[in-house]
Nanobody, 115 residues
Framework: QVHVVESGGGLVQPGGPLRLSCLAS????????MGWYRQSPGKQRELVAA???????NYADYVKGRFTISRDNAKNTVYLQMNSLTPEDTAVYYC?????????WGKGTLVTVSA
C-alpha cells in the first residue's frame, strides 16, 4: 500500500504561480511513475503532467510552457510548479503513484484561480 498526500493548493490570482507537492510513502519511491491530474466540476479527471522513474516528463498541451513537473527521490516527493495560471486552471489537483501496475491516489488539493 502506498499513501499519497498532496499539498500546496489555495487561492491565487490570474497570472500568478503556485507549487504543488506530493509526498508518497514507501522506500522505493524511485521506482514509482508519478503524475498530476486535475478535475473541474462537471468534467472528467484529466492528466496534467507525468514523470517517469528516469525523469522523462509528459504534459497536457494546455499546460506546456506553463507547468513543470519534477521529483526529488530523496524526499519521496513530486512537485508541480504552475505559472501563468488562468481561471481555467481552477480544479482539484490529484497526485497519482503508479507502482508495479497499481495506481494510488491522494485525496486532492484545491486550486482556485480568481481575482
Amino acid at each position: 500500500q502506498v499513501h499519497v498526500v498532496e499539498s500546496g493548493g489555495g487561492l491565487v490570482q490570474p497570472g500568478g504561480p503556485l507549487r504543488l507537492s506530493c509526498l508518497a510513502s514507501g522506500s522505493i519511491f524511485s521506482t514509482y511513475a508519478m503524475g498530476w491530474y486535475r478535475q473541474s466540476p462537471g468534467k472528467q479527471r484529466e492528466l496534467v503532467a507525468a514523470i517517469t522513474t528516469v525523469g522523462t516528463t509528459n504534459y497536457a498541451d494546455y499546460v506546456k510552457g506553463r507547468f513543470t513537473i519534477s521529483r526529488d527521490n530523496a524526499k519521496n516527493t513530486v512537485y508541480l510548479q504552475m505559472n501563468s495560471l488562468t481561471p481555467e486552471d481552477t480544479a482539484v489537483y490529484y497526485c497519482n503513484a503508479h507502482v508495479y501496475g497499481m495506481d494510488y491516489w491522494g485525496k486532492g488539493t484545491l486550486v482556485t484561480v480568481s481575482a
